[in-house]
């Protein structure tokens, strides 16, 4: 272990695995450890037997569950815009030939005590029960207005320029209700709260433009995909990325202790009395904690089921968004279902999950809303974890720690994380100008 790398990487979750690949690619001298002997940090993928020794404290699961082995529950449990960053990363380093992805069934949002699919496009919002008559034809012209929006275009900005108007603005223009505006702003553009409605609209127009770009791509239910055998597949694809382009790999390190030299700088990293030197390191929180800070908390429900969530049109898998002002919170609910279509549980089996940013400690009662559109239920387990960011200053300790996982069912806020700490480890910007097409040889629609 005594020789000097560019980066040394603490930890391997899905974020730490992404930079590992994507820096190994750029040709710099990587080391990954772990102190877990698994893959996958906060972002692995549990057996029946796994899940009941880390919430039940036992090795014996029911028997009528089905066999462990068939079981693959993900501890960040998220699914992946079919056009979003993930999926241009996954194809920029090629990463998509280890693995294989099927579409996601069904996309559904929450209004005042009953679920309903999601409207993306004009087409879609001319029939959806979502909305009144005079309001279809209202969200009709808006979706018009997105749909055709392009940025080099001023043609078709109709006078606006979003990076100056607030979405709040763009949205009185055509003057949507409030709910309508609830679920384009939540279950659309994917925001988790409404602080966007008083920030520049070109960000809420180009998610809203995602979601249906990603939606019309495998012409499925949903603009989402997931890979079989769930997300622990993730982490694993990008270390041998990783190990193929001559990243060394090194599990099951206990105390993992980062070094650093009298001005502060890291130096290398100790573990077992041995010591590897290195430039940077890239950690999650857990391997330094003096550099981080608590900013909240996940409350999180596991569910195993033996039938679809009710009024999903039987959907093997699902994403259900339950926005704020619903519920009477100050951030949202995510609602998360996948089953034996995804290889992920024993035939007739499913698998759901309820998240939320934490608002009270009380799991139990602040899931509520959430578990109760799920029907009868086999087991739940309940987890809470706390969230950190960074406070360090990188260029003073040459230590880039990623943030904790959040409570959204999608992936893009996790790679924007991983694509700010690119950039500051190598000082250039990812290019992920790359052809989404290439992807669909290896997703299963």
């Not at 702003?185 to 070109?202: E, F, K, M, S």
Request: charged content about 25%; hydrophobic content about 35%.
């Amino acid at each position: 272990m005594d020789e000097e790398y560019d980066v040394i990487v603490l930890g391997t979750g899905l974020k730490e695995c992404i930079l590992s690949g994507l820096l190994s690619v750029d040709g710099l001298k990587v080391l990954h450890m772990d102190r877990n002997d698994y893959y996958g940090g906060e972002s692995s993928s549990l057996n029946l037997t796994q899940l009941w020794k880390r919430f039940r404290g036992s090795d014996t699961p029911q028997e009528n569950l089905g066999a462990s082995r068939e079981y693959n529950v993900d501890m960040i449990p998220k699914f992946i815009l079919a056009n979003g960053t993930l999926v241009q990363t996954l194809i920029h380093t090629d990463v998509t030939k280890y693995l294989n992805f099927k579409a996601v069934d069904g996309s559904f949002v929450y209004k005042k005590g009953k679920i309903y699919k999601v409207p993306a496009t004009d087409v879609e919002a001319l029939k959806s029960p979502l909305m009144g008559l005079f309001e279809k034809r209202r969200a009709r012209k808006f979706f018009i207005y997105v749909q055709d929006y392009d940025e080099k275009d001023p043609k078709s900005h109709e006078g606006l320029d979003l990076s100056k108007v607030t979405a709040r603005e763009i949205i009185s223009k055509y003057g949507l209700e409030d709910d309508t505006i609830d679920f384009i702003g939540h279950a659309l553009a994917l925001h988790n709260d409404d602080d966007y409605l008083d920030q520049p609209a070109i960000d809420f127009v180009k998610r809203i433009k995602l979601y249906a770009e990603s939606l019309a791509r495998f012409q499925g239910g949903s603009p989402y995909i997931y890979p079989l055998y769930g997300l622990g597949e993730l982490p694993q694809a990008f270390a041998r990325l990783s190990a193929v382009y001559g990243g060394t790999y090194m599990l099951n390190k206990p105390e993992c202790k980062v070094e650093f030299d009298s001005s502060g700088k890291a130096t290398g990293v100790t573990s077992a009395g041995e010591t590897a030197k290195c430039k940077k390191v890239v950690c999650d929180p857990s391997y330094l904690s003096d550099k981080v800070k608590k900013v909240g908390k996940v409350n999180r429900a596991v569910c195993i089921m033996s039938h679809p969530i009710p009024d999903t049109n039987d959907a093997h898998s699902v994403q259900i968004i339950l926005p704020q002002k619903q519920l009477g919170r100050k951030s949202d609910m995510y609602l998360f279902c996948c089953s034996y279509a995804h290889n992920v549980a024993p035939k007739g089996k499913y698998i759901a999950f309820v998240s939320a940013e934490a608002e009270t400690d009380n799991p139990e009662e602040e899931l509520k809303p959430g578990i109760e559109l799920l029907g009868p239920i086999d087991e739940i387990f309940y987890h809470s974890y706390d969230t950190y960011v960074p406070t360090n200053k990188q260029e003073e300790d040459n230590c880039f720690i990623s943030g904790t996982y959040d409570a959204t069912t999608h992936f893009e806020s996790t790679v924007a994380d991983v694509l700010e700490m690119y950039t500051k480890i190598t000082g250039k910007t990812l290019d992920l100008s790359v052809d989404l097409s290439a992807a669909s040889a290896t997703a299963e629609t």
